[in-house]
């Protein structure tokens, strides 16, 4: 079957640095997103990896290795707006996307 | 750039009524629009996909009677929740794959229905 896991609570402080790791095992695969998902708010984009390797975008990376099947998101210098959960999703073959439960994210100062 | 306007933002009904969800791309065309709910604390739970100009493709468990998509134009598409009860109380949240930004996709900002 299809299956998403990452951890569903992660504690941090403000300034630091914290990864949040996902693993898939999905019918094909089309890539891997990551999303910030405020409480009581719709998911917001944060990047898509499709080859194996490190992403950057500012403060947020994203790396995949599809042959692990693995991938995690790194945030850097915490900010206390950082604190929600971070959705992974892995696209299969259909071009569906896979979503993992969510990791809570909490930042402390 | 993006962007899906979905309304209401909040609703609350009586049980056994309906309640008409509106989710529309402002600026581009969304060809495919796919429906999502979610409880508290949980993922979110693909419970449709709506192709403009044809029928919608619904997942395994999801009641079509119940659960009504129309996807009229490019840039319009409704679910209606038919005959409400208080366990179909949920974040209902639509999304449309962006072109040309990297295959992301955007979401609408949720419709939190509470069915008393």
């Known amino acids: 079957g299809q299956n998403i896991d990452q951890p569903t609570e992660m504690t941090a402080t403000e300034g630091a640095i914290v990864q949040i790791n996902c693993t898939y095992q999905t019918s094909g695969f089309n890539g891997l997103f990551w999303y910030q998902q405020h409480a009581g708010e719709a998911p917001t984009f944060l990047s898509y990896n499709v080859l194996d390797g490190l992403e950057e975008k500012g403060r947020f990376s994203s790396f995949l290795s599809r042959s692990k099947g693995y991938s995690y998101l790194l945030l850097k210098e915490l900010q206390m707006k950082d604190s929600a959960s971070y959705l992974c999703?892995?696209?299969?073959?259909?071009?569906?996307?896979?979503w993992g439960a969510g990791t809570k994210l909490i930042i402390k100062p | 750039g993006a962007v899906v306007s979905q309304h209401p933002s909040w609703v609350i009904c009586k049980s056994g009524t309906s309640v008409k969800i509106e989710c529309r791309s402002l600026d581009f065309q969304a060809t495919t629009m796919f429906w999502y709910r979610q409880f508290p604390k949980q993922s979110l739970m693909l419970m449709a996909t709506s192709n403009e100009g044809s029928k919608a493709t619904y997942e395994q468990g999801v009641e079509k009677d119940k659960f009504l998509i129309n996807h009229a134009s490019l840039t319009l598409s409704t679910l209606t929740v038919t005959s409400a009860h208080p366990e179909d109380s949920s974040f209902y949240i639509c999304?449309?794959?962006?072109?040309?930004?990297?295959?992301?996709?955007?979401f609408g900002s949720g419709t939190r229905l509470t069915v008393v």
């Open positions: 999304s449309a794959r962006v072109p040309g930004l990297d295959l992301g996709y955007t």
């Open positions: 999703a892995a696209m299969d073959s259909n071009y569906q996307l896979i």
